[in-house]
T-cell receptor, first 110, second 113 residues
């Protein structure tokens, strides 16, 4: 069965501090992993995907197949990063549905 | 480029009633997926439509049904509403041409009393 686990419901950090949002997954194949973000009063939007290997808004995420993890990191948190973050898995690279974690609320304190 | 739109924004229904939610996909997208997001949870996949056919279904009972139209817009119908159906219903559109990126609408908040 496919499952995505985000162990922290809430993560509070000070502005300028490093951020790491944890995501672990269980899936026997080679999934595609995503991070979605939802800012206050906005719709859910794609932040980044592991196959792109890009940095978006200073965030990066590396897929670790050995640890089945896809943690989201940013070296210096900004107040505008405060949002709800969801890790999601797709069983393959085709047009397939997403399996989401429960989300982590990031609060960046000034 | 027009984004994904959903209607209505909010809806209040009584247990046992039926409801229809609507979604217009983003321009150029031919696939629509529906998700249910209960309070404090991540979105949970209901079903997906591609070229007017159901193309995958999550763990939801048959009283959850859908349609996709030739213009790729979609409807989600829920019969015999239960209190636990109260949730945010999200529609996401995507293209089957390579990149597996889903674009979400703002959602419809359904409250069942």
């Amino acid at each position: 069965a496919q499952r995505v686990t985000q162990p922290e419901k809430l993560l509070s950090v000070f502005k300028g501090a490093p951020v790491e949002l944890k995501c672990n997954y269980s899936y026997s194949g080679s999934p595609e992993l995503f991070w979605y973000v939802q800012y206050s009063r906005q719709r859910l939007q794609l932040l980044l995907r592991h196959i792109s290997r890009e940095s978006i808004k200073g965030f990066t995420a590396d897929l670790n197949k050995g640890e089945t993890s896809f943690h989201l990191k940013k070296p210096f948190a900004q107040e505008e990063d405060s949002a709800m973050y969801y890790c999601a898995l797709s069983p393959n690279s085709g047009n397939t549905p997403l399996v989401f974690g429960k989300g982590t609320r990031l609060s960046v304190i000034a | 480029e027009t984004g994904v739109t959903q209607s209505p924004t909010h809806l209040i229904k009584t247990r046992g009633q039926q409801v229809t939610l609507r979604c217009s996909s983003q321009s150029g997208h031919n696939t629509v997926s529906w998700y249910q997001q209960a309070l404090g949870q991540g979105p949970q996949f209901i079903f997906q439509y591609y070229r007017e056919e159901e193309n995958g279904r999550g763990n939801f009972p048959p009283r959850f049904s859908g349609l996709q139209f030739p213009n790729y817009s979609s409807e989600l119908n829920v019969n015999a509403l239960e209190l636990d159906d109260s949730a945010l219903y999200l529609c996401a559109s995507s293209s089957n041409r390579g990149r597996n990126e889903q674009y979400f609408g703002p959602g419809t908040r359904l409250t069942v009393t």
